[in-house]
């Protein structure tokens, strides 16, 4: 494993040779000069050539709905009214991944937005970015090279929610960063009304590498179902805490030594728990087969010993602040869970009212929001059953809270 420590993103490592991370090892951030000496000039191909090398390594976007990069670009017009959004608002409090990307390999990032504005033959480009210091890396690698003076780096609003890509394209729009409902879609109305094509900064990060690398060569690491490598975040017990680089198809067993039958929360705070990944390669379509998806590509291991249910309860509530108050299950609904797994915690909750109030909220709202909590939620309920079991004989487990999920300072 190369190990890598980066001032911005704590620990950064990677499995194997890194790739999207080539570079870090050796000098933290990785400017204009170092990343041209590593990639050389961003390889501009056609969108024919784009669409059939994603076909050929299954290219699934990063930002958590895993959809085929392929057939979103092939559902965009080509020519200047077109718009290219890379989102890099990264709303997941327990997600690292994208920060680091944009900290440490900006130009990598840079490059993938050129490559698809090449392939959709337009020149509007926004890379839209919450993160203070994500923003500014971005902003100084932009000027430190001619071929990005098409593209506007621009700041969003902070928050769960407003980091998905419809609320960031409604902020931009219109000062309002909150989900336009699920019939809004980017690729017809996106940027300034434009066909957008959107997607998260490591798809575009993967973009770069697979133009500049080849099918061929792409494909050498990873799995032969999702050739490449993958960015995730490792918390709490697990093989080193941090951002790893991972090819593709790795087991979770290396990620996640020891334990076998421990709980595991997969995807992030829209995740699933389980104790049956351990088993698992790391691969998009594997993980939702399973019913557990990578999501934010967070994968987290409360240590043994440990009580999770008090930080599910944490979570929830804090699940139930971020809605934005547009759609009464998710705003009204989600309270109440919160209210019910608190309950759990304190060993007075009730299954069947929790699993009635979860049903009346999933598939109810505009965005994907409350379905991404209810998952949160019921994963938690049936995973940690004997937890809640505990809880409800002795009113509580007497072991110290897990601490390994991160929410905002303000949410404590
Ligand atoms: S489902 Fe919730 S978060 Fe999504 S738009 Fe409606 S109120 Fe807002």
């Not at 290219?59 to 989102?87: D, Q, W, Y």
């Not at 494909?219 to 975040?233: F, H, I, N």
């Not at 990944?277 to 291991?301: F, K, N």
Request: charged fraction near 15%.
């Amino acid at each position: 494993m190369t190990i890598i420590d980066n001032a911005h993103a704590g620990s950064v490592s990677s499995l194997g040779t890194p790739r999207l991370l080539a570079g870090v090892d050796q000098v933290g951030h990785v400017d204009a000069a170092h990343h041209r000496a590593l990639h050389g000039d961003p390889v501009l191909r056609s969108r024919a050539w784009l669409l059939g090398a994603m076909r050929e390594v299954n290219l699934l976007g990063r930002g958590g709905a895993a959809f085929p990069v392929a057939t979103k670009l092939e559902a965009m017009p080509t020519g200047s009214s077109t718009a290219i959004l890379v989102n890099g608002s990264e709303g997941e409090p327990a997600s690292r991944k994208d920060r680091t990307l944009m900290t440490a390999v900006p130009h990598l990032v840079i490059d993938g937005a050129l490559v698809a504005a090449h392939a959709l033959d337009t020149q509007v480009i926004t890379i839209a970015i919450h993160d203070p210091w994500s923003y500014e890396s971005l902003v100084r690698a932009a000027r430190e090279r001619p071929d990005a003076d098409a593209i506007s780096v621009v700041r969003t609003r902070d928050g769960f929610v407003g980091g998905e890509i419809r609320a960031v394209i409604n902020g931009l729009n219109a000062g309002v960063a909150r989900p336009g409902g699920r019939r809004h879609l980017p690729h017809t109305h996106g940027m300034s009304g434009r066909p957008t094509f959107a997607s998260n900064v490591e798809t575009f990060a993967q973009i770069a590498l697979l133009t500049g690398m080849g099918v061929a060569d792409y494909a050498r690491t990873g799995s032969p179902v999702e050739p490449g490598s993958s960015l995730v975040t490792l918390l709490g017990d697990v093989v080193r805490p941090g951002v790893l680089e991972v090819p593709n198809g790795t087991p979770l067993e290396m990620l996640l030594p020891g334990q076998a039958d421990a709980p595991v929360l997969i995807g992030g705070y829209h995740g699933t728990w389980t104790r049956a990944a351990h088993d698992l390669p790391l691969t998009r379509s594997s993980l939702r087969a399973a019913g557990a998806p990578l999501g934010a590509g967070v994968i987290a291991r409360p240590f043994p010993g440990t009580c999770v249910l008090s930080e599910v309860a944490a979570v929830s509530r804090w699940l139930a602040a971020e809605s934005t108050g547009q759609c009464g299950p998710c705003f009204f609904g989600l309270p109440a869970l919160a209210d019910d797994m608190q309950a759990f915690a304190d060993g007075t909750g009730s299954e069947a009212q929790a699993i009635r109030r979860l049903e009346q909220v999933r598939g109810r709202g505009a965005c994907a929001h409350p379905d991404g909590a209810v998952q949160f939620m019921s994963s938690a309920i049936t995973t940690l059953a004997d937890d809640i079991r505990v809880h409800r004989l002795h009113g509580a487990c007497g072991r110290p809270p897990s601490a390994v999920l991160p929410l905002p300072r303000s949410a404590r």
